[in-house]
């Protein structure tokens, strides 16, 4: 445990409680009451912190944001996983681009299908953190042997790549930093080099309430570079706004038309029904969409 004088720059004491202050936006600031911050450690790249909340539990903060906690970070995982890799025919080969937490990698390990994982994270220190100290998000991915940890840049590694891969998982942070890159135009045409033939590529494109831009953006990229093009979201408390989309690309199948018994069955957010019903969008995405 850390003692007072070391908690960083997203928290404070207040009655004898530690709260952990959400900064990353400029208009608003949320605040946890925290139980304890369990690690605090400055990468090459960010700042990672694991701090213990009371109503969300443990969960992996990058410069002051949440990315993924133990009450919620299994409905974001599970979205941006299972859906490609149901769509895909034969889903052997996967890459995942960004993802330290491993818990999106921990869903794609599901699938027997699924031969091996290119697993690119540029801060190995996120992984080292939430294996050490988040194994309910992070599973048993870093002992699973078709898992290979690339630590590098996401943007480079697709630079020179072609017809590797079957599925792309793009599980970036928010478009700041490092991640900027990933939300561009030459990294979805590289990682669209990448693909076989009938792969499927998917990103999180952000909150339909609050990033509008991009979004919008990510959807008019894609809808220039594939076939088919699909927006869907789900429900995450802990993202700014509660509502979150991801965009799926593919160059062959529809996620409209796949059998969705293939589907696993030991998730706890999606099901048959939420795959069917996550493309069914609210009206403020088409207005976002259109
Ligand atoms: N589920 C999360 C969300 O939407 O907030 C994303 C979680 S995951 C922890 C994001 C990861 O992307 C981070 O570990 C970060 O280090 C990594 N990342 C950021 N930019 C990257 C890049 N250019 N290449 C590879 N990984 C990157």
Request: charged residues 25%; hydrophobic residues 40%; proline residues 4%.
């Amino acid at each position: 445990k850390l003692a007072m004088k070391e908690l960083g720059k997203y928290f404070k004491y207040e009655d004898g409680d530690i709260w952990f202050v959400e900064t990353d936006r400029n208009n608003m600031k949320l605040e946890y009451r925290a139980k304890e911050l369990i690690s605090s450690v400055k990468s090459p790249f960010q700042q990672i912190d694991i701090v213990d909340l009371y109503d969300f539990g443990k969960c992996l903060v990058l410069d002051g944001a949440i990315q993924s906690t133990v009450l919620d970070g299994h409905i974001y995982n599970e979205m941006i996983s299972h859906i490609p890799i149901v769509t895909h025919d034969n889903p052997q080969d996967v890459l995942i681009i960004g993802g330290g937490d491993c818990g999106v990698a921990n869903e794609v390990l599901k699938y027997e299908e699924v031969k091996k994982v290119d697993f690119v994270e540029i801060d190995e220190l996120v992984v080292k953190e939430c294996v050490e100290h988040i194994p309910e998000i992070a599973g048993t991915t870093s002992q699973d042997n078709r898992v290979n940890f690339i630590f590098t840049d996401g943007v480079k590694f697709v630079e020179d790549k072609k017809n590797l891969y079957d599925v792309i998982l793009v599980d970036s942070s928010d478009p700041v930093g490092p991640a900027v890159q990933l939300f561009s135009r030459e990294f979805y045409q590289n990682a669209k080099n990448c693909l076989k033939e009938d792969g499927i590529m998917v990103c999180q494109s952000q909150s339909p309430l609050f990033n509008k831009d991009i979004l919008r953006n990510t959807h008019k990229i894609l809808n220039e570079l594939y076939p088919i093009v699909r927006t869907y979201y789900a429900i995450v408390p802990s993202y700014p706004g509660g509502i979150w989309s991801f965009t799926l690309a593919s160059l062959k199948n529809d996620p409209l038309e796949v059998d969705v018994m293939k589907l696993k069955t030991n998730t706890k957010y999606i099901n048959e029904g939420v795959f069917q019903s996550c493309f069914k969008l609210p009206n403020m995405f088409k207005y976002v969409l259109e």
